[in-house]
């Protein structure tokens, strides 16, 4: 079992920036491809961002946060980052999370084993 926790989320102007962190439980972290989501009130959890294990590292993004949005992995701490900059009203949802082993592209929700609880971002104009 993995936990993931996130963290970083809050209140910021459109135009700000946030950075997102999820820190992972498992010794084998650098083995696991790790997601971002997002889910706004009333609409279905929506990816934004995934980046592959250790050896291929690729980066994966949602058309709607491509040039502004940066996805990256600190292997030695366990954790991934969401880098958000240029961040508009309609960024704002809870943001999740994701792991699952193995490298691969995912995009979807039934791709990942493993969640986190959420973290809030809301964005104001």
């Known amino acids: 079992q993995v936990q993931l926790v996130e963290s970083g989320g809050g209140l910021v102007q459109a135009g700000g920036s946030l950075r997102l962190s999820c820190a992972a439980s498992?010794?084998?972290?650098?083995?696991?491809?790790m997601g971002w989501f997002r889910q706004a009130p009333g609409k279905e959890r929506e990816f934004v961002a995934a980046?592959?294990?250790?050896?291929?590292?690729?980066?994966y993004y949602a058309d709607s946060v491509k040039g502004r949005f940066t996805i990256s992995r600190d292997n030695a701490k366990n954790t991934v980052y969401l880098q958000m900059n240029s961040l508009k009203p309609e960024d704002t949802a809870v943001y999740y999370c994701?792991?699952?082993?193995?490298?691969?592209?995912?995009?979807?929700?039934?791709?990942?084993?493993?969640w986190g609880q959420g973290t809030q971002v809301t964005v104001s104009s």
């Open positions: 980046v592959n294990a250790w050896i291929r590292r690729n980066t």
């Open positions: 498992t010794r084998a972290f650098n083995v696991y491809t």
């Open positions: 994701t792991a699952r082993r193995g490298d691969f592209r995912g995009v979807t929700v039934t791709d990942y084993d493993y």
